[in-house]
């Protein structure tokens, strides 16, 4: 069984700063792509960010430059760095992972619980 725990949201003032986590647990053989997504109230979840196993990243028009997405392999961690935060940016976000888990040959995809971000404006 896998598990993805994210941490970090919460509420904050337009132009402010987040950082939120993903740790990603359990019988991992290996994990591919990582991304964040969020859904704001009556909307469609939409791809915030997502990042290879090697580093390549892609992001959201309405994200570049002010968001920066990185992992850490070795932890089985993705981050989500948030700067210049929008009332817009409003949602809960929802960390999505590729993982193979241990004994088997393909991977599957696992989602997370999510976790509020609220920007004030």
């Known amino acids: 069984q896998v598990h993805l725990v994210e941490s970090g949201g919460g509420l904050v003032q337009a132009g402010g700063s987040l950082r939120l986590s993903c740790a990603a647990s359990?019988?991992?053989?290996?994990?591919?792509?990582m991304g964040w997504y969020r859904q704001a109230p009556e909307k469609q979840r939409e791809m915030v960010a997502v990042i290879t196993s090697g580093g390549n990243t892609n992001y959201a028009d309405s994200v570049k430059g002010r968001f920066t997405i990185s992992r850490d392999n070795a932890k089985n961690t993705m981050y989500l760095q948030m700067s210049s935060l929008k009332p817009e940016d409003t949602a809960v976000y929802y960390c999505?992972?590729?993982?193979?888990?241990?004994?088997?040959?393909?991977?599957?995809?696992?989602w997370g619980q999510g976790t509020q971000v609220t920007v004030s404006s």
């Open positions: 999505n992972a590729d993982v193979r888990p241990n004994g088997r040959k393909y991977g599957v995809y696992y």
């Open positions: 359990g019988s991992i053989f290996n994990i591919n792509v």
